[in-house]
C-alpha cells in the first residue's frame, strides 16, 4: 500500500477525479496536472485549486471545469469561468508551502465532482 504524504485532488473537465501525492516538491506535480503554468484560486485558509495560467488559451471555453466552478460558487458565493484539469490542495504553510488535503475535503471534493458529473 502506497502512503500518500501531501494529498492533492485533480478533477478533470469531465469531473474525473485522481488522487496525486504532491511529494516534496509540489511544482512540478501540479504543473504537470493542469498542464503549464499554475495559478491558485484560494477558497478558504485551508482549501484552494490550482488551474493552468493560460488555460483559456491553452483549453478553450468548450474545456469548462463545472466542479471547479461550483466549489467557487460555494465557498465565495460567485466564481470564474475555469477551463482545463482544477488540482486541489489544502492551501499553504506559513512559508508558502502548498499543503496536502485532508482526507475529509478530498472527499467532498470527490463527491462533489460525482453531483456535477451526474448532473450533466
Known sequence: MTTTTRLAVKVTPDGRTERLDLGADAYPVLSGAVEGLIEPVTLTA?????????????????????????AQWAILGGANLIVGPAVFTGGLDEEGETLGLS????QQIEQLAAAVRGAA
Open 46 to 70: 485551508d482549501l484552494e485549486f490550482y488551474v493552468n495560467e493560460d488555460g483559456w488559451a491553452q483549453f478553450g471555453g468548450a474545456h469548462r471545469n463545472p466542479t471547479a466552478e461550483a
Open 103 to 106: 482526507e475529509e475535503h478530498a
